[in-house]
């Protein structure tokens, strides 16, 4: 997941950081294909370049070698609402199947079943990064139909519901999980597209709540490279915080 994830970030590309797998994947982008990519993070530093793995978005790694630290406001405000802002990496409890994230609640909001953590300032980057990315397991409680609260706007209902939101950007590009890529067909539908080594469409079906569309020409993603894993697991997460042993 965090290979792929990192795969689809481009050289010079502008993004927004969270913290866990899309933090390594962003790393590892700098480190091998995308040298030129800025890490922004929501507490305030533009251009990033930690030393070491950096625990939160408020890690003092962070700041060092930055090419600017402002205020949490600058940066929703000046940074991702402006537009400036290539990519946002998401991640949520529920992701339904025009790509809306619940980070809220499961169940009814009045009397949830659990309460999630919720937005922090995943609604903003839903809204406004130029494009959004999304990492989670593939499980079938994870992808629901349709997502009991909507906490980041995907497509919304799909069609043009996003668009008429007044909404700017331009809404989830892929999902990436352990068994392979969702994108958004020209209803903003996920699909699937892509499987990585070993996985079946068979396994993506059953670990979805809806009847998955399947693209006409599954592709296989490439496996992950030594040099990606010596990076992964020797360099940016030699402890296993985020990948849990050394699983990449």
Request: charged share 15%; proline share 6%.
């Amino acid at each position: 997941m965090t290979i792929n994830a990192a795969r689809l970030l481009r050289d010079g590309d502008v993004v927004f950081v969270g913290v866990g797998l899309p933090n390594l994947a962003c790393n590892l982008a700098r480190r091998t294909h995308a040298p030129n990519l800025v890490m922004v993070y929501e507490a305030g530093v533009v251009g990033a370049q930690p030393a070491r793995l950096p625990l939160s978005i408020g890690d003092p790694t962070l700041v060092s070698g930055a090419a600017a630290v402002v205020s949490m406001f600058e940066i929703f405000a000046f940074y991702l609402q402006r537009g400036l802002i290539d990519v946002g990496f998401l991640g949520g409890a529920q992701i339904d199947r025009f790509g809306n994230v619940n980070a809220t609640v499961i169940g009814d909001y009045a009397h949830p079943k659990v309460r999630l953590p919720g937005s922090g300032g995943s609604a903003e980057i839903a809204a406004w990064a130029n494009r959004t990315y999304l990492l989670t397991p593939h499980q079938k409680r994870r992808f629901p139909a349709q997502c009991d609260f909507i906490t980041g706007a995907g497509h919304l209902g799909g069609g043009g519901a996003r668009a008429a939101s007044g909404v700017r950007g331009g809404g989830p590009q892929a999902v990436v999980t352990d068994i392979g890529l969702l994108e958004p067909d020209a209803n903003g539908e996920l699909t699937l597209t892509a499987l990585h080594p070993g996985q079946t469409v068979a396994q993506a079906l059953a670990n979805t709540g809806w009847p998955l569309q399947v693209a006409a020409n599954v592709r296989i993603t490439a496996a992950p490279t030594d040099h990606e894993l010596r990076l992964l697991r020797e360099v940016l997460d030699p402890q296993g915080i985020y990948l849990k042993g050394g699983a990449g």
